[in-house]
């Protein structure tokens, strides 16, 4: 029995022991092993500076005192001359009218998808197609808050999907409410007045008490201006009922410092009649090419800039007050540390971890910050490639040696 027990505890002892061993080799190596690997990634680089400004648009407001408006232009919307912007009613005999014109015409739809269905939806292929296509008009309709629409594709989703035999409609239903709406219309003439269009333009029902300032406000204007632009909103009346705006040009007027407007003048990214990409983040997606119209003497370290762009013009219709980075020029390749980049006399190059062994591969650095370079994409099959794993190490390395 106690020749068992010093067996036992002899085994126990010998397996501590090797445990030991191991770890203590295992953590001697993790110590003295500086060996470290830094994937090779694909990055682009911009140099830029921010800029704070306001947006400048030709803008005309849309006023009217009436008491009962309905705007009927939707926002972003495109419009001609001569095209409805809104319905003034005299009284409210003539707004509830006007909703019961509306309810009549979409009756009508009704009665017109109905009729239309039963003649032309004979088989249930055709049917399924329709109804496919109205609920993707309803849906779409719902997405954009398109009120007129939604009740359109409704009435003509209900028309095709709900078979209730009691519910007929004939041509002469139809020529029934043709007639009394004609009626309602020539009634309507009298006390109803359309508010059309003067200039064609984006409409928007957002005022923000700006509008009174126009591109011709920006000519010649020096920093301290612009300061003073930046202060001249204006209460805006309970009459404004929304504003056209240029839908051709646009203009971001900023204050950029001295020395940001001096490196982009020498490196030609910042020079009057020259292209120049602005970033407005989160209102617009990608950088925008403008012009630059004008440059200010500096005062007091500061110039005014004021770029011109064409694009956009939709999705910059509300933004006024606003930053942007001034992009002077963008850098792409290869990210690779310094510490990882060696030199001969026929270049620089790294080394990377190719199954057990270093390799070798010669690099182009076309750009360097910090912390590290950024290689060129060569078009050579031993060149360094995304995905590649570059090694990092204080101890001796070379072509061909079989990494730990």
């Known amino acids: 029995m106690k020749r068992t027990d010093f067996l036992t505890r002899a ?11 191991y770890l203590g080799i295992y953590l001697f190596r993790s110590i003295t092993n500086d060996v470290r690997y830094a994937p090779a990634v694909h990055i682009s680089l911009t140099e830029s500076s921010e800029a704070s400004g306001i947006i400048i648009r030709d803008e005309t407001l849309v006023e009217s005192s009436d008491r009962f408006l309905s705007v009927s232009a939707k926002d972003g919307s495109l419009l001609a001359v001569g095209d409805v912007i809104a319905v003034a009613y005299a009284n409210e005999t003539a707004l509830e009218r006007a909703s019961g014109i509306r309810e009549l015409e979409l009756k009508k739809q009704y009665i017109n998808s109905v009729l239309t269905e039963h003649e032309d939806s004979a088989s249930l292929t055709e049917k399924d197609e329709a109804i496919k296509n109205a609920v993707l008009s309803l849906s779409s309709a719902a997405a954009r808050k398109e009120t007129d629409r939604l009740s359109t594709a409704v009435l003509q989703l209900s028309s095709l999907v709900m078979q209730d035999p009691d519910t007929m409609a004939t041509q002469v239903d139809l020529n029934l409410i043709t007639q009394e709406l004609n009626s309602l219309y020539q009634t309507a003439a009298s006390d109803t007045l359309a508010i059309r269009a003067k200039k064609s333009g984006l409409f928007s029902s957002a ?36 504003k056209l705006c240029s839908a051709n040009e646009w203009f971001f007027a900023a204050i950029v410092s001295e020395k940001i407007v001096a490196q982009g003048q020498e490196d030609e990214g910042l020079a009057v009649g020259k292209a120049a990409s602005l970033d407005f983040g989160r209102y617009y997606g990608k950088p925008l090419s403008a012009t630059v119209v004008s440059i200010s003497p500096s005062e007091q370290g500061e110039c005014a800039v004021v770029f011109r762009c064409t694009r956009a013009a939709l999705e910059m219709l509300n933004v006024r007050r606003v930053s942007a980075e001034i992009i002077f020029d963008t850098h792409e390749g290869i990210r ?43 078009l050579d099959a031993s060149g360094l490639r995304v995905g590649n794993e570059i090694i990092l190490t204080s101890k001796p390395v070379y072509d061909g040696k079989v990494m730990d």
């Open 207 to 242: 005022a923000d008490g700006y509008e009174h300032i126009s591109p011709h406000n920006l000519t010649g204007l020096s920093s301290s201006g612009l300061r003073s632009l930046l202060g001249q909103a204006r209460e805006v009346s309970e009459n404004v009922r929304g």
């Open 336 to 378: 690779v540390p310094k510490k990882a980049v060696y030199a001969d006399e026929d270049g620089s190059f790294v080394y990377t971890l190719t199954g057990l062994q270093a390799e070798k591969k010669y690099i182009e650095i076309v750009w360097e910050t910090e912390d590290y370079y950024l290689a060129g994409f060569s």
């Open 11 to 21: 085994v126990s002892l010998l397996l501590f022991g090797a445990l030991t061993l």
